[in-house]
């Protein structure tokens, strides 16, 4: 059973900072490419960060692009998103997955860590 599990979001101040851990299960997790996904209230879910399987590759969106970091275990099975200099518009749901062709695997989201950041 696949199985993903996201923490560590949480009420921020603008400029602050947070990492958020994701957890999975049911995959070989070292095969895989992971990412990082948001969604905002109101907005489609939009593409954060991805990782590839070694972690010598990685591709950020414009919008994070200096100030969030994502790094893996692949000892642990985890997904990690340094998320620094945090701003009012990340604030979101935040999604680990696994990444298929540039693509996340719709059938696996998890229950999402919320971030909120204030101005």
């Known amino acids: 059973q696949v199985q993903l599990v996201e923490s560590g979001g949480g009420l921020v101040q603008a400029g602050g900072s947070l990492r958020l851990s994701c957890r999975a299960s049911?995959?070989?997790?070292?095969?895989?490419?992971m990412g990082w996904f948001r969604q905002a209230p109101g907005k489609e879910r939009e593409f954060v960060a991805r990782?590839?399987?070694?972690?010598?590759?990685?591709v950020y969106a414009d919008s994070v692009k200096g100030r969030f970091t994502i790094s893996r275990d692949n000892a642990k099975n985890l997904v990690n998103l340094q998320m620094n200099s945090l701003k009012p518009e990340d604030t979101a749901v935040y999604y680990c997955?696994?990444?298929?062709?540039?693509?996340?695997?719709?059938?696996?989201w998890g229950q999402g860590t919320q971030v909120t950041v204030s101005s």
């Open positions: 997955n696994y990444v298929v062709t540039g693509k996340p695997l719709d059938d696996y």
């Open positions: 049911g995959h070989t997790f070292s095969s895989y490419t």
């Open positions: 990782i590839g399987w070694s972690g010598g590759s990685t």
